[in-house]
């Protein structure tokens, strides 16, 4: 059970239709930057305009219609425009207007002028023009700065650009279920933790999230169900998991019953289509089994489920946008921000009583459970983003901040140390911003996608630190 992902660009290139650049020395760019999409190498399929205008290269606002049609009966989720010299601003800002998706300019640097002075493209300027109209009409974009499509700027920008696409998507929603992205929501948060309340009725106005409930009682049903007459799948998870982690504390029988938990939850994620999920714990659940979900929430989001604990929809929505920052192909988890270090002033130590997936840990750890079903283990070294959408009286931030792993003393449960430029900082903006101790880490620095992701949600403001 594993979700796997893919975004769709609609690659649009534009020439000025009164300009003297012939229709062969515009495809020459047009050309060069296909040529280095296509080595991109990530999980995106691109969607061109070759079979509704001449040349695949938009020149007037009369074709703004076909466009529009193609790419949407594509199913397209951004818009890449290249400049191929000067390019129309009225058909971009128009395709932007009609589109409303995630839109990127470019065009490729100009040669040097002729012996004569003769320029044939004037991209760069045209790129002015195109984004003071787009300003003008409304339209959100992002642009890669004028350079060739061979650079390593053209490389870095696309790929930013498609992470931030990305998200995007993911929050808007996440597959054919319906639009706007949806929380599965198990069971209830703690009733004394007032700092992880939400408001099901802002994410859904303010942002198109619905929060679907999912009773205990339901889940217990299913969950025994699946306990009394096992499948082959469930019997591949419990081998799975006894081949991973030392379980001899938590017993066969609550084992099996994890399992069955996972295998549940996820399958439920899929039916609602749901692209992450809040999970009551230690409250509910450990009474009717006897031990705390900490690895059925580690075990889903490293398959791409991600699953906020205690409870914390919020929580959910951060992690949904973190794992569509790098095309689901990498698990974030969900930590505590609990102390900080005893020596080192930039550090805190991120952690919570056990669901970090093992998929995280760190090389030469002896990854077992507890008898309560919580992981035991240091997740690995490497560079982290840390994020927390959060929302208080009506408005809305997401907190953005990337630092690295560092050593730290020994913890139970799972947990990693966060090495950081100025904690202080960090630490007053967590406090007097509208976020609370939970905040959602992946591996990798994504700050750049998640802040320029916020420029297409209305509503949802950027707080980096």
Same mark, same amino acid.
């Given at each position: 059970?594993s979700?796997?992902? !893919?975004?769709? @660009? ?10 003297f ?12 930057? *296909? ?10 399929? *691109? ?10 290269? =938009?020149?007037g606002?009369?074709?703004v =219609? ?12 951004? #818009?890449?425009v ?9 058909? %971009?800002?128009?395709?932007?207007k ?14 040097a ?9 004037d991209?760069?300027c ?8 787009l ?32 998200? %995007? ?14 929380? @599965? ?33 339901? @889940? ?5 169900? $699946?306990? =009394?007459?096992?499948?082959?799948e469930l ?10 982690m030392?379980t ?7 084992l099996?019953? @994890?399992?069955? $938990? ?7 994620m ?18 009717f ?6 690895q ?25 946008m973190?794992? =569509? ?19 080192n ?19 030469g ?5 507890d ?7 240091r997740? !690995?070294?490497?560079?982290l ?5 959060d929302?208080?009286n ?18 139970t ?15 007053k ?12 880490? #992946? ?14 949600i ?6 980096? %630190?």
């Open positions: 059970m979700r796997a992902f !893919k975004l769709k @660009l609609g690659v649009v290139p534009v020439k000025r239709s009164t300009f650049t012939s229709v062969e020395n515009c495809l020459i760019p047009k050309n060069h930057a *296909l040529d280095a999409l296509k080595k991109l190498d990530q999980p995106v399929e *691109l969607v061109t305009i070759d079979d509704v205008v001449p040349s695949g290269i =938009a020149t606002p009369e074709q =219609a076909d466009i529009a049609a193609h790419l949407n009966a594509q199913g397209v989720d951004a #818009i890449f290249i400049h191929t010299d000067f390019g129309s601003e009225e058909v %971009v800002a128009k395709i932007g009609v589109m409303q998706l995630p839109m990127l300019l470019w065009g490729e640097r100009d040669d002028p002729s012996a004569e002075g003769v320029r044939i493209r991209t760069q045209g790129i002015f023009a195109s984004s003071k109209v300003q003008r009409f409304g339209v959100p974009f992002t642009y890669i700065e004028n350079c060739l499509a061979s650079d390593k700027a053209f490389a870095d920008g696309v790929l930013n650009f498609c992470r931030t696409a990305a998200v %995007v998507k993911v929050f808007r929603n996440l597959g054919p279920c319906g639009s706007g992205m949806k929380i @599965l929501k198990v069971g209830e948060r703690p009733s004394s933790f007032l700092s992880v309340m939400s408001n099901e009725d802002e994410l859904l106005s303010n942002f198109g999230i619905e929060v679907v409930p999912m009773a205990l009682g339901v @889940l217990v049903q299913k969950v025994n169900e $699946l306990t =009394a007459k096992p499948t082959a019997t591949e998870k419990i081998k799975s998991l006894k081949s991973r030392a001899d504390s938590l017993g066969d029988e609550k099996a019953t @994890l399992a069955a $938990l996972v295998l549940t939850v996820g399958q439920e899929d039916s609602q289509g749901a692209a992450a999920a809040s999970m009551e714990c230690w409250s509910g659940l450990s009474r089994f006897g031990f705390v979900p900490c059925v929430i580690g075990e889903l989001t490293f398959d791409g489920y991600p699953v906020s604990c205690e409870g914390d929809i919020n929580g959910a929505v951060t992690a949904a973190l794992h =569509a920052a790098d095309f689901y192909r990498s698990s974030s988890f969900f930590a505590d921000l609990t102390i900080r270090h005893p020596s002033e930039n550090a805190e130590l991120l952690w919570h009583c056990g669901p970090f997936p093992q998929g995280l840990m760190k090389q750890e002896s990854p077992a459970l008898d309560g079903g919580r992981g035991q283990w997740l !690995k070294d490497g560079e983003t840390i994020a927390r959408f929302g208080l009506g408005e809305y931030s997401m907190f953005i901040g990337a630092g690295k792993t560092c050593d730290g003393p020994k913890s449960g799972t947990y990693v140390w966060l090495e950081v430029d100025d904690w202080v900082k960090w630490e903006k967590l406090v007097e911003g509208p976020y609370i101790h939970h905040v959602v880490g #992946i591996y990798g620095d994504f700050t750049a996608a998640l802040k320029e992701a916020c420029k297409y209305p509503g949802l403001a950027a707080d980096p %630190v």
